[in-house]
């Protein structure tokens, strides 16, 4: 035999709390973020620095006047 339960339909003014329905002092609150500050910027990998420092100019003193060149090719050693 079973037992069947009466339809019971919540008042305007009840809201039934349950599993994804979380009550509503805990709900975030309209027009605010569940995370404000965002997620976090990660580190710039190893390929990044690398492409970073290319592109940088360094300026290099030839005879009187100083000459732009790209700094990695001012850091290699100087062969004759």
Do not use: W
């Not at 008042?11 to 500050?37: E, I, M, T």
């Not at 976090?40 to 100083?66: M, Y």
């Amino acid at each position: 035999m079973t037992v069947s339960k009466p339809n019971q339909q919540p008042s305007k003014g009840d809201y039934q709390v349950g599993y994804g329905r979380p009550p509503k002092a805990g709900q975030f609150q309209p027009g605010k973020s569940g995370n404000p500050n965002g997620r976090p910027k990660g580190r710039p990998s190893l390929h990044e620095i690398i492409l970073e420092e290319a592109a940088r100019i360094a300026k290099v003193k030839v005879g009187d006047c100083f000459r732009p060149i790209g700094s990695i090719i001012a850091q290699a050693p100087k062969t004759e």
